[in-house]
């Protein structure tokens, strides 16, 4: 059994082995590869440096929480100065977080392969693919990956000899983003 790579790869192939035009339709199916190709490793490579930031910033803000919070309670204790309410709410966090760390892990360990679950479905993944659109810095560029592989895929298949529809069914196939697929 030979896994094809692409999607409408073999359509393509069909297509050009009926026309006659087996080598151009290869040709342009290699081109389409390289580029999806290069593409995601565009965007994985832009990815790589907010999500160690992000990562770092959530590690440093469980560790001030654990670490740096409790003493500057303590301190104000000590003082017996009247602490405004975002510093109580602060500390609040924070009591919780101390008094309750092993049952928000199981929680955590709990509820991740809920949200997985709930990803595959068409619902979950509708909701999910709604709010990265609306996210500032991945909103745009899920829509730019997703018009790029959108007008590539059906250049492609188009030139290639496939029907409109049928193109329109394949690159459908290759969006990522659940909105851009049903338009």
């Known amino acids: 059994v030979v896994t094809i790579p692409m999607p409408g790869l073999a359509d393509m192939v069909e297509a050009g082995e009926m026309s006659g035009n087996l080598e151009r339709v290869l040709k342009i199916s290699a081109r389409q590869m390289q580029r ?7 965007v994985r490579g832009a990815m790589i440096y907010p999500t160690i930031v992000v990562g770092a910033l959530i590690l440093i803000g469980v560790l ?11 301190t104000f204790s000590e003082l017996g100065v009247n602490l405004p309410l975002s510093t109580r709410l602060i500390i609040a966090a924070s009591n919780f977080l101390l008094a309750y760390y092993l049952y928000l892990a199981g929680f955590a360990l709990i509820i991740a392969p809920v949200v997985l679950r709930l990803l595959r479905t068409r619902v ?4 999910f693919d709604t709010v990265i659109l609306r996210v500032p810095a991945f909103g ?7 018009s790029a592989r959108l007008a590539r895929t059906l250049s492609s298949l188009v030139s290639a000899g496939i ?21």
Not at 36 to 42: F, P, S, T, Y
Not at 167 to 175: F, H, I, N, R
Request: charged share 20%; proline share 4%; no cysteine.
């Open 163 to 183: 029907p409109i529809i049928r193109s329109l069914e394949v690159t459908a196939s290759v969006l990522g983003n659940v909105h851009f697929r049903d338009s």
């Open 36 to 42: 999806d190709h290069d593409l995601r490793a565009k």
């Open 140 to 146: 745009s560029l899920v829509r730019e990956l997703n």
């Open 124 to 127: 979950g993944r509708q909701a």
């Open 64 to 74: 001030m929480m654990i670490y740096v919070v409790p003493t500057l309670t303590q």
